[in-house]
């Protein structure tokens, strides 16, 4: 019973006593409410991080269905190279976007070489949208992970009957393979949802000026104002926010867990 | 299988291709593309040159290289050392007390990682805890930041592992340190190393609290990377991305190796 103080001592001194700080010292809430930044922070938190959740929940679906039941010879060193991409860095995505859609970048280099334009279309690098992208490039194959392994569960004598019975294949995976996968996408979903919000790499090489986010908007309080007080204030949001998130994710998932061992046990 | 005509299948398959490569492949390709060019202004990158790399070899950018391999292996035997322990001493409590502690270790994952720099920067800028632009204070943060990922992997393989095989060791007489030590932790070894070669993935890329914490004379890679790409030159901050891949690469390259010696043993 003992052995478990020293570890916990460790995390109590490093972690949640300079949380409780934070939380101690985040003063003038009402002021920080009212200024125009942090509800721009506020909302464009939100509003990608949800728009990212989606995106990254249908590419992720479409791919690991295509890996899962459509299956072609190196289907699996894809997976691998899945959670490589995984240990990866988020702001390198944001670097290579750059080389494909900034203005010094594939895809203008493209258009300027076909029509003869001084400059290409595509400047939304340092808008959402750029943030958008490369968060969805990022997070997707979190969603792969658990869709992949509920997909690995659906049986695929179930698939056989029904297309015997004459459903097509959108058919099937609307009626067969989706209700399969739907708690292996609510986990997921919420992981990305929790690991959007809480982003700050990919935001912060988009160099948006326009594009604040919570965590930017922290950093640039504490370390770019010197206002301590006000970034404790954006934390305890930001931390509010996505714990209450990373809660349902931790309860979808033992729900998920539950219900596996409940069909392996019939 | 969900398509049974050919054809079909190879359009499936062709879409696959077509969402796959652009959004996953191609971002690595023109990175390293990018880091042996001066220039991209058309389809292609212009101005083929090493010089990048050469700066690197030189400059300060090994320095920030050396940081970062330091910091990141310090953290992850820190938190592997915490994690494990962790995991093994909360698997003899009882059950709800274990949840506790689990959830509490987990913790730390859903905590943006900004908001884990401005807390240790909160409760170690002044004495007697004066750590606020040391070195230790990088390394602290990184360990917090992947201890959760350490004690998570381990917990997982503990609850994988056949308990008859140290049951049998204490049957025939064993004390639980021998157990442990010429037992448990062989057993877990494979889980071990590759749970230090996430901890130290995940290290060797952390930006968001070391960018709220590093003292100018603790620069890590990723640090250097935002400064490089930040004041413009994007072609050297490729280089130095690279540079940052395939240090990792060649961790985890490293760790997986030790992971099949142990399994064959």
Redesign the interface.
Known sequence: ?L??V???A??AL??????T??VR?ADGYGEVFRQASFRDALWNTVVIAVGATAGALL?GF??A???A??P?PGAKS?SR??D??L???????T??????Y?S???AN??W??VTGNGTGPFDFLHTPWGVLLAE??YF?PLVMRPLLAAFSQVETAQ?EAA?SLGAR?PR??RQVILPEALPALAAGGSLVL?MC??E??IV??T?AKGVTT???L??GK??LDGD?TG??VV?VV??LL??AL?GLY?LLVARVTKGGARRAGA | MLVHSRWARRAVQAVFFLLFLPVFALPFLVVLAASFATDWSGALPSGLTVTHYQDIAQGDSLTALTTSLVTALAASLIALAVGTWAALAAERLPRRVRRVVDALFMLPVAVPSVVVGLSLLVAFSEPPLLLNGTREIVVIAHTVLVTAFAHQSVTAALTRLDPAYEQSAASLGARPSYVLWRVKLPLLLPSLTAAAGLCFALSMGELSATMMLYPPDWLPLPVKIFGTTDRGALFAGAALAVVLMVATLAVLLGVSRIRTRASYR
């Open positions: 019973m052995w478990v020293p570890p916990l460790v995390l490093t972690f949640l006593y300079p949380l700080l934070v010292q590419l479409v791919l269905l295509v890996i039941f459509v072609f894809l190279f899945i490589i991409f240990a990866f860095p988020s702001f390198l995505i670097l290579a976007l750059l080389f494909v900034g010094r970048g594939m280099g493209l300027t070489d969805v490039t997707t698939m297309a294949a099937i995976v929790v919000l809480n700050f790499g912060l090489f160099g919570l965590p930017t922290i950093y504490a370390i301590y970034a404790c934390a930001n931390v996505s714990a990373y931790r």
